[in-house]
């Protein structure tokens, strides 16, 4: 079946540091992976994406990478800042499923 | 530009109580999309709607949970007779409604069952 999961529960770094959250799916069938950025009180905000057609992503800070071998997505936030501090979610979806399927986060914690 | 609106930000109810939970997505979206969150938890999927036609409603826990969307737009969430075990926030997102769109969320209703 579906699932969406995390290695890391917790991730704690320094500031300026740069920050790797994992994030396994076991969908083979998968083509479209979000990562999402919540904090405390807040819904969840859209970071990046990428297409299975697709191994390396970049915006700003961040880089998403996917590794459909081992069904593996990461995201690098680099030179990490205090307001980087949240909970990160990974959400697949395949083609024909419009819905997406969240893992249960990373609560990352950016030291000073 | 507005982002999805929902309202209330927060609403305490007692047990047995039936309660409303509204969404306003971002104007022009067609897809709408109910998710619950735990305390801690991910996020569960409750309804998609596409227009105002709702083709899966598999993730409604229970025949207490019902929602409709009219006009395209504004959607709301209705539970009747609440549990506590319905205590959580509802999210929820809107999107352009093809597969690969992302979904963009509001900020959530926390609901307290007491």
């Known amino acids: 079946g579906e699932s969406v999961g995390l290695h890391l529960p917790t991730l704690s770094v320094q500031e300026g540091d740069n920050s790797i959250i994992n994030c396994a799916y076991s969908n083979s069938a998968s083509d479209y992976f979000i990562w999402y950025k919540q904090e405390s009180g807040k819904g969840p905000q859209f970071i990046i994406d990428i297409r299975s057609n697709m191994d390396k992503r970049q915006g700003q800070r961040v880089t998403v990478l996917l590794n459909k071998t081992v069904k593996h997505l990461s995201l690098q936030i680099a030179a990490t800042q205090p307001g980087d501090s949240a909970v990160y979610f990974c959400a697949e979806n395949s083609g024909s499923n419009y819905k997406l399927t969240f893992g249960k986060g990373t609560l990352l914690t950016v030291n000073p | ?114």
């Open chain 2, 1 to 114: 530009g507005a982002g999805v609106s929902q309202s209330p930000s927060n609403k305490v109810t007692e047990k047995g109580k039936d309660v409303e939970l509204r969404c306003d997505p971002i104007s022009g979206h067609t897809a709408l999309y109910w998710y619950r969150q735990s305390l801690g938890q991910g996020l569960e999927f409750l309804i998609y709607f596409q227009g105002n036609s709702a083709p899966d409603k598999s993730g409604l826990p229970s025949d207490r949970f019902s929602a409709e969307r009219t006009g395209g737009s504004v959607s709301t969430l209705t539970i009747q007779r609440t549990q506590q075990e319905d205590s959580a926030v509802y999210l929820c997102a809107s999107s352009w409604g093809r597969p690969g769109s992302p979904l963009h969320f509001g900020n959530g209703t926390r609901l307290t069952v007491t």
